[in-house]
T-cell receptor, first 111, second 115 residues
Framework: AQSVSQHNHHVILSEAASLELGCNYS??????LFWYVQYPGQHLQLLLK??????LVKGIKGFEAEFIKSKFSFNLRKPSVQWSDTAEYFC?????????FGTGTRLQVFP | EAQVTQNPRYLITVTGKKLTVTCSQN?????MSWYRQDPGLGLRQIYY???????DKGDVPEGYKVSRKEKRNFPLILESPSPNQTSLYFC??????????????FGPGTRLTVL
């Protein structure tokens, strides 16, 4: 079965800093990959997803992610974070008939 | 408005007292799922349903039951809750699971405390 690793558990940044959150999945073949965001006290919302085609995926709120098949990675990036990006971020991969989530990365952005 | 609703949003109960958390979606989605979220463990799937009367165990099904008698509803039942089921629970739905080109829509969450 697939698994997902998010190596950054807690990231602290100042506003305007660049962000990269790591995500690795366990095995190859055709993969469907997702990044979800959970703002404090709220439910999960989809940031972006990859199914096929261009490996650079653009999502909402200025986020993007790059699928690198050779590295089994799907890292999330944002060139300049804002205080409002403070949230928990989850990478997920589709495995047959369900989503497998990573353990999440808590991002804190200070003004 | 397309949404997934859960009730109750907050619940404090005692060990052994049966409870049900309801989940309803208004998008005619086939696929519905329950997750629990715990610090450091992310979201783990409890049960899922690919359509009416079809349910399957996820990764952590012990101590939980579900039913899918109607397409829109997918209640989570704890017959005899225990303190280790204290968690944040999310219901989710998506149009189908075959292609998964659509996304899962999540409910607002139910914070359960079992004393």
């Amino acid at each position: 079965a697939q698994s997902v690793s998010q190596h950054n558990h807690h990231v602290i940044l100042s506003e305007a800093a660049s962000l990269e959150l790591g995500c690795n999945y366990s095995y190859g073949g055709t993969v469907n990959l997702f990044w979800y965001v959970q703002y404090p006290g709220q439910h999960l919302q989809l940031l972006l997803k990859y199914f096929s085609g261009d490996p650079l995926v653009k999502g909402i709120k200025g986020f993007e992610a790059e699928f690198i098949k050779s590295k089994f990675s799907f890292n999330l990036r944002k060139p300049s974070v804002q205080w409002s990006d403070t949230a928990e971020y989850f990478c997920a991969v589709k495995d047959t008939d369900k989503l497998i989530f990573g353990t999440g990365t808590r991002l804190q952005v200070f003004p | 408005e397309a949404q997934v609703t859960q009730n109750p949003r907050y619940l404090i109960t005692v060990t052994g007292k049966k409870l049900t958390v309801t989940c309803s979606q208004n998008m005619n989605h086939e696929y519905m799922s329950w997750y629990r979220q715990d610090p450091g463990l992310g979201l783990r799937q409890i049960y899922y349903s690919m359509n009416v009367e079809v349910t399957d165990k996820g990764d952590v099904p012990e101590g939980y039951k579900v039913s899918r008698k109607e397409k829109r509803n997918f209640p989570l039942i704890l017959e005899s809750p225990s303190p280790n089921q204290t968690s944040l629970y999310f219901c989710a739905s998506s149009l189908s699971v075959r292609e998964f080109t659509d996304t899962q829509y999540f409910g607002p969450g139910t914070r359960l405390t079992v004393l």
